[in-house]
């Protein structure tokens, strides 16, 4: 039964990257694919996709510059983000992908955030660009 379950475990992981380098692929021919995407991007697409519409794990980031946090329709947002009032802008963003737990207690996403604020900068300059 314990191999069972590890043999399960492995295939769920498997079919989430698979579904993961799908959505890459698909999204390399996308508008938003005319910016270019950041190394330090990857932690996010694995995650978060650039087509609108396009839900991976976490909601589709096309255009995420200006928008009010826990609105994308059909997406399951924690209470707390969903109440915090906060819009995606360079600022709140830059204090987002710093650590998320902490700029948004209670929220779901399971991010530690980008330390380094050179790479932040990068991953906020695409983000922004994504319509």
């Known amino acids: 039964m314990r191999k069972f379950h590890v043999a399960m475990l492995c295939l769920a992981s498997l079919s989430l990257l698979a579904i993961a380098v799908?959505?890459?692929?698909?999204e390399a021919s996308s508008p938003n694919a005319a910016a270019a995407r950041p190394g330090a991007f990857a932690v996010c697409a694995a995650c978060h996709s650039t087509e609108p519409g396009r839900?991976?794990?976490g909601p589709s980031l096309a255009g995420v510059a200006g928008r009010k946090a826990g609105?994308?329709?059909g997406y399951a947002y924690s209470?707390?983000?969903?109440?915090?009032?906060l819009t995606w802008d360079q600022a709140t963003l830059d204090k987002w992908l710093t650590s998320p737990q902490k700029t948004v207690p209670g929220t779901k996403?399971?991010?530690?955030?980008?330390?380094?604020?050179a790479k932040r900068k990068e991953v906020i300059r695409y983000l922004m660009?994504?319509?």
């Open 129 to 131: 660009t994504l319509k």
């Open 109 to 117: 996403m399971p991010f530690a955030g980008i330390p380094d604020p």
């Open 22 to 26: 799908m959505g890459r692929a698909a």
């Open 71 to 73: 609105s994308v329709p």
């Open 55 to 57: 839900t991976i794990v």
């Open 79 to 85: 209470e707390a983000l969903k109440a915090s009032g």
